[in-house]
Nanobody, 124 residues
Framework: QVQLVESGGGLVQAGGSLRLSCAAS????????MGWFRQAPGKEREFVAA????????YYADSVKGRFTISRDNAKNTVYLQMNSLKPEDTAVYYC?????????????????WGQGTQVTVSS
């Protein structure tokens, strides 16, 4: 069973950048599609980005397209989310998740394993 631990969150000014990391334990990491979700206070969890198990295909929510980049290093059992041009509305707890289905989805119920989350706060 894969376990996920996010890191890299913090406080940043609008226009700044952060890189989130999600470290996975377990030998089967490379068999999972991976996704990033976020949840702001009082709002539902929403899809941010996803990447296929081999890293060849990525998907993004419209709200982050062109600003965020998802990537993975299967040798290091890690998936990343590079976030540039951050906006106050990006403030949320960010979660990484693993999806064992053939193609990564944008719905949280499609993901089997979740990390504990990391807080990202963007000040204006």
């Amino acid at each position: 069973q894969v376990q996920l631990v996010e890191s890299g969150g913090g406080l940043v000014q609008a226009g700044g950048s952060l890189r989130l990391s999600c470290a996975a334990s377990g030998r089967t990491f490379r068999s999972y599609n991976m996704g990033w979700f976020r949840q702001a206070p009082g709002k539902e969890r929403e899809f941010v980005a996803a990447i296929t198990w081999g890293g060849s295909t990525t998907y993004y929510a419209d709200s982050v397209k062109g600003r965020f980049t998802i990537s993975r290093d299967n040798a290091k059992n890690t998936v990343y989310l590079q976030m540039n041009s951050l906006k106050p509305e990006d403030t949320a707890v960010y979660y990484c998740a693993a999806d064992s289905t053939p193609y990564p989805g944008s719905r949280s119920r499609e993901y089997d394993i979740w990390g504990q989350g990391t807080q990202v706060t963007v000040s204006s």
